[in-house]
């Protein structure tokens, strides 16, 4: 999951922030390689994936997760086969040939997506919303993954009371970072772009624990009055006044239902 293309987008992150930093010279060279490295991984990637995932994310019937299309095989090695056959079948009803196989078919799907779009711009802008809401949610959303044989074969590990996502991000939000904050966002932008996905989440998740747990510190701290220090309670009253909204709507957000796959 670390390595997807997608990922490449941290780099774009750091860039803002070293330039925040007034590290101009760090910041052009982090943005030159990781737009090198980003072409260099679509141009091997996004002909067979780019057009299928954004269609699937954004096109006629999308909820915001993966959904496989009533023209493809259950499983994903027969993804990028299958709507290139639907690709060149809608083209030939069309009086339309298909060119460069890969290449030709991500571009149809890219095209079929901004048609939906714009034909529906205010339901697609409702999708988007529901992406964003599911990319920070409690709930897991998986993709290719059996999650009742997962927690079968987990054992008592569901047991045990771990955090959901969604609270993770409300913490997070009481300890915002704007380094550990850019690269969290950079690594939940490709999902409201394309499709929700648990497992994709992972980048984002080793961004937003640091910032938990300064969030949860601060939580403590503002409890505590901050030690009593007079000096420090107009920031502990900051700090409960903006982290208790954020940790209710954590909550919220975890017990929402999320449809699985």
């Not at 499709?195 to 994709?200: A, I």
């Amino acid at each position: 999951v670390s390595v997807r293309p997608t990922t490449l987008l941290i780099g774009v992150a750091l860039s803002v922030w070293m330039w925040r930093r007034a590290d101009r010279r760090g910041a052009a060279i982090v943005l030159v390689l990781s737009g090198v490295a980003l072409a260099a991984v679509l141009f091997r990637a996004a002909p067979a994936t780019l057009g299928p995932n954004l269609y699937i994310g954004n096109g006629p019937g999308a909820d915001g997760t993966y959904r496989r299309q009533p023209f493809e095989r259950p499983h994903p090695r027969y993804q990028a086969d299958d709507f290139h056959i639907e690709a060149a079948r809608r083209l030939t009803q069309r009086g339309q040939s298909l060119s460069l196989k890969f290449f030709g078919s991500s571009r149809f799907w890219v095209g079929e997506t901004l048609d939906a779009v714009k034909e529906s711009p205010g339901a697609w802008l409702k999708l988007v919303s529901r992406k964003a809401w599911l990319a920070v949610g409690g709930g897991e959303v998986p993709v290719n993954l059996n999650p009742r044989l997962f927690r079968s074969e987990a054992g008592g590990l569901f047991a045990w009371p771990l955090p959901t996502f969604g609270l993770l991000v409300a913490l997070a939000a009481a300890g915002w970072s704007a380094f550990f904050g850019l690269v969290g966002i950079a690594s939940l932008a490709p999902l409201v772009i394309f499709f929700v996905s648990g497992e994709y989440r992972h980048p984002a998740a080793a961004a937003f624990l640091p910032m938990a747990g300064i969030g949860l510190a601060r939580l403590v701290h503002a409890a505590r009055g901050d030690g009593g220090r007079p000096e420090g309670r107009p920031y502990a009253r900051t700090t409960v006044s903006v982290a208790i909204p954020i940790l209710l709507a954590g909550a919220i957000t975890a017990s929402v239902p999320v449809p699985v796959v």
